[in-house]
């Protein structure tokens, strides 16, 4: 294990800021190592020389033998999801962490916590604050950056407001959900954990740090519906206390469940970044949280565009029943082997619509056509621009070629009127003796509705598209 003076140890690099932390340190500078439980889980993530050193903040002696030759320790580890009581193992967790770093000689630490400030803290930011100050008291120089609600694809508290916006007809208001906060855009915040280790402090500090907006909880979700197109009705419940509303909320979003719990705890706490010293320390010029929610719904436009689910897509998934949920979209995916190679097969899945049809159930096809055009839709009036060649931006019946990679993929967006958007992708794969098909359909569910039409629709569109692909194998026979 190399003695770098410049080494950078994350921790917390399976997490979700630890692992977007991970990918933009990766394409600087200096020798880059990751303390994980289960380094097995970065593999996919790792690029260059990072090392992954396997261990524990649990585990003193693992730390010791991490902490060699580090000269900045990222420390972005919570127990919050713990059935164990949280607040002891972030207590010992931190203890462990900052005494490692004491006896390696660390230059400094650099700690995500959160904002909030009085003596009446929730459980979580008290624990927060109690963190940073273990850390602080090492006596190795520390940066505590206090953050408000993070907003990003993957930020547990953001995907927990914007859960209740979709499945919810109207968003309940209690008076707590009105309290003061700062939302920061997920890019801000690392923009802040990378600049921080240029930072050469005489003694710990401690920065507020927040988005340009000060607004609250409700104006969240309000902004997220607003994006969405969405109509939200928000109804005032002036009695309902934080404790009575968590298990209504946490039912509301199982997946974050414990997250939830925290968040509405910490609601009767303000969350503003009061001091302005991070202005004067870094040249960052956080977003709004308009801006923040927009390139957060934009960056999984485009991940979603750019994915080839014939590498994601494994066969048990492949018949779940409801499809893959992936936040909030839903995908049903279907492969079928065919005998001709791939550019061959490929050539029968670029004349798709128009005169050619789509392979099955073409009376389905014009049913819905007609349906679409009654509702003011585009209908299959269009056909298409030419019978066996497509480019990017061309229309297939009620369909628009978003991307295309010729002899590979095609990813079609749906412009018919729907409680949501729909992708249709088509991908084919080389194999033995001939190739693999692969259809997958992306549905964004508008709300409540968007999602009681994927679920009742299911076995219908399943079966359509799945005869769709068997009869485009039988065209290439």
Known sequence: MPADRDTILVTGATGYIGGLLLQRLQTGEGHLRCLARRPHELASKLSGGTEVVAGDVLDPASLAVAMRGVQTGYYLVHSMNAAEDFQELDRRAASNFAEAARHAGVARIIYLGGLGSGDDLSEHLAS????????????????????????????????????????????????????????????????????????????????????????????VMREYARLRNLRRPMIRIPLISPRAARPFLAALTPRYAQVVGAMVGSMRNATIAHDTAARDAFAIEPRGLREAIERTLAAEDRTFAETHWSETITPPEESRV?????????????????????????????????????????????????????????????????????????????????????????????????????????????????????????????GYVGLAYWYLLYPVHTTIFRAMLHGLRRATI
């Open 128 to 219: 927060r604050h109690e963190v940073g100050r273990i850390l602080r008291s090492s006596g190795v120089a520390t940066i505590e950056l206090r953050a408000s609600i993070v907003i990003g694809s993957g930020s547990a508290s953001f995907e927990a407001l914007r859960d209740l916006v979709d499945r919810l007809p109207a968003i309940p208001t209690p008076a707590w959900s009105k309290t003061a906060a700062q939302p920061i855009a997920v890019e801000d915040v690392i923009e802040y954990l990378v600049a921080a280790k240029a930072v050469e402090p005489k003694r710990s500090t401690v920065y507020e740090i927040g988005g340009s907006d000060r607004t609250s909880y409700v104006e």
């Open 322 to 446: 409801g499809g893959i949920r992936l936040r909030r979209r839903r995908v049903s995916s279907r492969a079928v082997p065919v005998n001709r190679r791939a550019d061959g097969a490929f050539a029968f899945i670029e004349r798709i619509g128009g005169s050619t049809g789509w392979y099955a159930l073409n009376w389905f096809w014009r049913l819905r056509g007609l349906l679409d055009e009654l509702r003011g839709g585009v209908g299959l009036r269009r056909g298409r621009r030419h019978p066996h060649r497509l480019r990017v931006g061309d229309a297939v019946d009620f369909w628009r070629v978003e991307q295309l990679e010729p002899g590979r993929r095609l990813l079609l967006a749906a412009e018919m009127k729907l409680p949501g958007r729909l992708w249709l992708q088509y991908e084919v794969q080389p194999k033995d003796q001939g190739s693999q098909i692969r259809q997958t359909t992306v549905f964004d569910p508008a």
